[in-house]
């Protein structure tokens, strides 16, 4: 497998309760590289922008609103297999279906409110990189 490059969000509900430290820390130990990371605070139509796949969906608004409430830190993180490596280490969207030591399963609070987003194939991964940062800002 190739060295791939992901995009990564510490959520608000993460960034709240002081646990940027520690979820970074968990890419680390995965192996994964923090080669870009900055905080932001959203606004909901920026949340809604990048979140536009689930529009339709009927939990979009109340994604937006939340993605806005506070915080976020995006992050690239690269390394071997960096997308799949890094939805290992994230666990499921469901934090009561999180394997155990997955990042969901020891910080989320809710199915909404589950601490980290992570790109799920090669395309939204580049999408959502050049959505939060310049190729200057990526030092890898
Ligand atoms: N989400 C939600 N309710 C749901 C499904 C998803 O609030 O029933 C939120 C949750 O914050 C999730 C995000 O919408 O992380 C994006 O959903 P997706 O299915 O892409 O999950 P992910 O890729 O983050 O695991
Ligand atoms: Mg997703």
């Given at each position: 497998?190739?060295?791939?490059?992901?995009?990564?969000i510490?959520?608000?509900?993460?960034?709240?309760?002081?646990?940027?430290?520690?979820?970074?820390?968990?890419?680390?130990?995965?192996?994964?590289?923090?080669?870009?990371?900055?905080?932001?605070?959203?606004?909901?139509?920026?949340?809604?922008?990048?979140?536009?796949?689930?529009a339709?969906?009927p939990?979009?608004?109340?994604?937006?609103?939340?993605?806005?409430?506070?915080?976020?830190?995006?992050?690239?993180?690269?390394?071997?297999?960096?997308?799949?490596?890094?939805?290992?280490?994230?666990?499921?969207?469901?934090?009561?279906?999180?394997?155990?030591?997955?990042?969901?399963?020891?910080?989320?609070?809710?199915?909404?409110?589950?601490?980290?987003?992570?790109?799920?194939?090669?395309?939204?991964?580049?999408?959502?990189?050049?959505y939060?940062?310049?190729?200057?800002?990526?030092?890898?």
């Open positions: 497998m190739a060295i791939q490059r992901t995009f990564s510490i959520k608000p509900d993460a960034t709240k309760r002081n646990l940027t430290g520690a979820i970074a820390a968990e890419f680390e130990a995965a192996g994964l590289r923090i080669i870009a990371s900055k905080r932001l605070h959203l606004t909901k139509a920026q949340a809604g922008v990048f979140y536009a796949v689930h339709e969906r939990f979009y608004d109340e994604l937006c609103t939340y993605m806005a409430s506070e915080p976020i830190v995006a992050q690239v993180l690269e390394g071997e297999d960096a997308i799949a490596k890094n939805r290992e280490v994230m666990g499921a969207t469901d934090p009561a279906e999180a394997a155990p030591g997955t990042i969901r399963a020891k910080y989320a609070l809710s199915k909404g409110e589950n601490s980290v987003h992570g790109s799920d194939a090669p395309e939204t991964a580049a999408e959502e990189i050049a939060f940062f310049s190729g200057l800002e990526l030092v890898g």
